[in-house]
Nanobody
Framework: QVQLAESGGGLVQAGGSLRLACAASGRTFSSYVMGWFRQAPGRGREFAAAITRSGGSTVADSVKGRSTIFRDNAKNTVYLQMNSLEPEDAAVYCC???????????????WGQGTQVAVSS
């Protein structure tokens, strides 16, 4: 099992940027597929981005062109760089570690507590 701790959230003006980080415990970080999901008040959990063990990434249409996911296996950390933030991006962002993107999307795997992102218009 791996434990995850997110950081980097906060309040930013529309058009601004944030870099979220998710630090993982344990020695097997590189063996996990890592994902970022978000949940806004009154809405269901939404996939944002994921990155495979080999570094291949996929990003949701809602953030495509504005967000990048990348990982640093030496630091056991996965990042979500978000640019041109919009009020609609406000949510709690959680990272997850698992065996595949589809399993993460189904709610499987290990999850962090999340970090809050607020965007002022």
């Amino acid at each position: 099992q791996v434990q995850l701790a997110e950081s980097g959230g906060g309040l930013v003006q529309a058009g601004g940027s944030l870099r979220l980080a998710c630090a993982a415990s344990g020695r097997t970080f590189s063996s996990y597929v890592m994902g970022w999901f978000r949940q806004a008040p009154g809405r269901g959990r939404e996939f944002a981005a994921a990155i495979t063990r080999s570094g291949g990434s996929t990003v949701a249409d809602s953030v495509k062109g504005r967000s990048t996911i990348f990982r640093d296996n030496a630091k056991n950390t996965v990042y979500l760089q978000m640019n041109s933030l919009e009020p609609e991006d406000a949510a709690v962002y959680c990272c997850a570690a698992g065996a595949s993107i589809s399993l993460l999307a189904a709610g499987s795997g290990n999850w962090g507590q999340g970090t809050q992102v607020a965007v002022s218009s």
